[in-house]
């Protein structure tokens, strides 16, 4: 196994049989394994080992399935080329010397290069599905609560969810059919449902499908890109969908709001690391104060501490309205506009990603150009709902994925609708 892709390369095998019986699966590196490290791709964390194993990863042993590594990523989940790990870059199997995607790009290239049949990772922002897009494979952002985050080292509590890669929507769905559903140590679970079977979903029928197109995530997005998602538009069509514009006039400030609200989380559930309770230390004599700032100074990259400064400022006394405050109400709005859109369509569709996969090392200076990269991926975190990626084609030989958005914990009708394509 590359190096570049997995932290770990040890086994954990699951029971003799069950439904991901002799499938091999890689987790990202912030969920839980019990006695293998878990990092986050952060010297902070180099040599944690988890004393115990996450709700997801207890159901996939219980499902048959073998772990057969830790997946790289970026820094505690802070980015979207998975550069920033403190374990070096990934390489893109479909598009050498490219980016995977963030931050869960060890994941998607973990199944893209054939290494793992399936793996887990999360997204707060687009996480799983940037990662999905730019390494051609498949990847599933669940409804916020369906799947449990216990275990998941946070990052942004209100935002974050545990989701599935294959290489086909089916693959991914059969994954999800095992770590969906209530934890009685996760308050913010529920049932997936008696009758829900996301595996049987995929039987590509799109007969009838209406399509919401939202005119303002093409807008600005590369040009061989939107001709890519049109060309996926298309074929779904010829299977019996049609389409047709729909407007989310509030999706123009969610990155605003999302950075605002996701780095503000991170700054209070990054607290905990200060070389005490959990994390590296520098083992410093002296006051208190010093050995916290030394221990945080050394331990976390450069990303990480621009984020937790930022969400630290917006919370502090005198501009938690003005920023948090704000955030949350243009968050509101968010999900107000996605209600009303999907009114009118039963799925909604724009590309996963305005770009193609950056270079290797073409972005990490421009962090700003980053942050806007996750335009048409952050709005469906803030409204709380359900999206998979899809690879639409190419562009220039670069993958191209296409995104489908649902209603609330309609995850069933975006997996039928995905599996017209993949």
Same mark, same amino acid.
């Given at each position: ?49 988890? =004393?115990? &194993? ?20 970026? /820094? ?25 995607? +963030? ?10 290069? +054939?290494?793992?049949? @399936? ?7 687009? $996480? ?15 409804? #916020?609560?369906?799947? $449990? ?8 509590? $209100?935002?974050?969810?545990? +989701? ?33 079977? #996301? ?7 799109? &007969?009838? @499908? ?20 049109? !060309?996926?538009?298309?074929?779904? /069509? ?9 407007? @989310? ?9 999302? #950075? ?24 410093? !004599? ?22 937790? @400064? ?10 938690? !309205? ?33 770009? =193609?996969?950056?270079?290797? +090392?073409?972005?990490?200076? &421009? ?18 709902? =359900? ?19 649902? =209603? ?10 995905? $599996?017209?394509?993949?």
């Amino acid at each position: 196994m590359s190096e570049d892709i997995f932290i770990t390369e040890e086994r954990i095998e699951g029971a003799d049989d069950g439904p991901l019986a002799g499938k091999t699966v890689a987790v990202k590196d912030n969920i839980s394994t019990e006695g293998v490290r878990t990092t986050c791709g952060s010297k902070m964390l180099d040599e944690y080992v988890p =004393p115990y &194993d996450a709700t997801v990863v207890s159901r996939l042993k219980e499902a048959g399935a073998t772990i057969v590594g830790k997946a790289n990523m970026d /820094e505690f989940g802070m980015g979207t080329t998975t550069e920033t790990s403190y374990f070096g870059e990934t390489d893109n199997p479909a598009a050498p010397g490219h980016v995977p995607g +963030g931050s869960s790009g060890g994941s998607a290239a973990a199944v893209a290069a +054939g290494e793992a049949d @399936l793996a887990l990772g999360s997204d707060t922002g687009g $996480s799983v599905r940037c990662p999905a897009a730019f390494c051609g494979v498949v990847g599933i952002k669940p409804t #916020y609560g369906l799947v $449990s985050r216990y275990g998941l080292v946070a990052y942004g509590n $209100s935002l974050e969810q545990i +989701g599935p890669f294959g290489e086909t929507v089916e693959d991914a769905a059969a994954l999800l059919d095992v770590i969906a559903g209530s934890d009685e140590r996760d308050a913010t679970t529920r049932e997936a449902g008696d009758d829900a079977n #996301y595996a049987d979903a995929a039987t590509g029928d799109v &007969d009838g @499908l209406q399509i919401g197109i939202p005119t303002e995530l093409l807008e600005g997005a590369d040009e061989g890109v939107v001709e890519t998602f049109w !060309d996926a538009i298309d074929d779904l /069509e010829d299977k019996g969908a049609s389409y047709h514009e729909v407007s @989310l006039p509030s999706v123009e400030h969610a990155v605003e709001a999302y #950075y605002v609200i996701a780095m503000s989380e991170a700054s209070s559930n990054l607290a905990r690391f200060d070389g005490v309770r959990y994390g590296h230390s520098g083992g410093y !004599d002296g006051n208190w104060n010093e050995t916290f700032a030394k221990a945080r100074e050394e331990g976390f990259g450069d990303e990480v501490k621009r984020r937790i @400064l930022l969400g630290t400022y917006a919370l502090s006394a005198g501009y938690h !309205d003005k920023y948090y405050k704000k955030a949350q109400d243009a968050r509101a709005w968010v999900k107000q506009d996605f209600d009303e859109a999907l009114s009118e369509a039963d799925v909604l569709a724009s590309p996963t990603m305005p770009v =193609p996969p950056f270079e290797l +090392g073409e972005s990490l200076d &421009d962090p700003l150009k980053l942050y806007l990269a996750d335009a048409n991926t952050v709005p469906v975190n803030l409204a709380d709902l =359900p999206a998979i990626s899809v690879p639409a084609g190419e562009t220039d030989g670069l993958p191209v994925g296409l995104q489908l958005v649902g =209603p609330a914990f309609g995850e069933e009708r975006l997996i039928r609708a995905a $599996s017209a394509l993949a």
